[in-house]
């Protein structure tokens, strides 16, 4: 994730805006946020669709929640929204899964609405903070051989390399990348309060490979048939993701990889979405 400052005029009022209300990540930074206090607006394309607002009617009863219409490609529906806001939380993306031209269908409006968050900040007058959201996938992609690589905030994918080959970046890497939800909303609402806070963060608690987690599971988890056979380029993890400049700013995870994956299999097994063998 990427702070974004500028100057603001204070209005002693906690208000926040995250972008892309529907989402998973931002559904949890919107309760917290509510949870301490803040106003908070949150933008969705339809708020008329109630399969996909549902969830927010729900968080209305937690505090003060407001559902505006806006669209990342629609450069003015972002005004209303964001005016009086303090912070702002972009954590929308356009994402298709079955996209023919990702740079068409996904990365040239997610560009786009970047810049068109960003312009209603600029005019705002009372945005003090913008926390950016971005993925692993910023910093994990490239075509270097050696094993044992280091990922900070130094360092970007090589789009060259992206472009050309488009790598499925499990299979490049060989490495799985964790962080439970509720420490990455509260990393975000960290950031977005912390005064030292400045540019690129990445927010990571644990990393693995394929053969490492599915041990782990197994394990942990014996009534399940985990697979113990991958391909060899999934054996090893090539590089893993520091989050030491976080650590550094003064933030604590409080969710290990256990909870996490509790927390999961609790929830399949409630939906009857995984059963025994």
Known sequence: MTTIDQTAVTTGTKKACVIGGTGNLASILIKHLLQSGYKVNTTVRDPENEKKTAHLKVLQELGDLKIFKADLTDEGSFTSPISGCEYVFHVATPISFTSQDPEKDMISPAVQGVINVLKSCLKSNSVKRVIYTSSAAAVSINNLSEPGLVMTEENWSDVDFLTKEKPFNWKLSGSISFIHVDDLARAHMFLAEKETASGRYICCYYNTNVPEIADFLRRRYPKYNVL???????????????????????????????????????YFESKGLIKPV
């Open 228 to 266: 113990s056979e991958f391909e060899e380029c999934l054996s090893s993890a090539k590089l893993t993701l520091s989050s030491e400049k976080l650590v550094k700013e003064g933030f604590r995870f409080e969710h290990g990889i256990s909870e996490m994956y509790d927390e999961m299999i609790e």
